[in-house]
């Protein structure tokens, strides 16, 4: 089973997921992600990314939050 929270951003015309949530009821087991209660700046539709962006060293940079 799976629960997605979605937001529809309106400027952008696009919805967007928030969160997710996946339930194994067969034995319980669950995982919960991509919560964006932690995100410290908006998030920007429409913005191109460059090749160094993707290199390990800027990776790195972010520190595992967008």
């Not at 964006?36 to 972010?62: H, M, S, Y």
């Amino acid at each position: 089973m799976a629960l997605h929270g979605l937001i529809q951003c309106y400027d952008v015309l696009v919805p967007w997921y928030r969160f997710g949530i996946f339930h194994d009821l067969t034995n319980g087991a669950y995982l919960a992600g991509g919560f964006d209660n932690e995100i410290r700046t908006p998030i920007e539709f429409g913005v191109k990314g460059k090749l160094g962006d993707f290199q390990p060293d800027a990776l790195r940079r972010l520190g595992g939050t967008l």
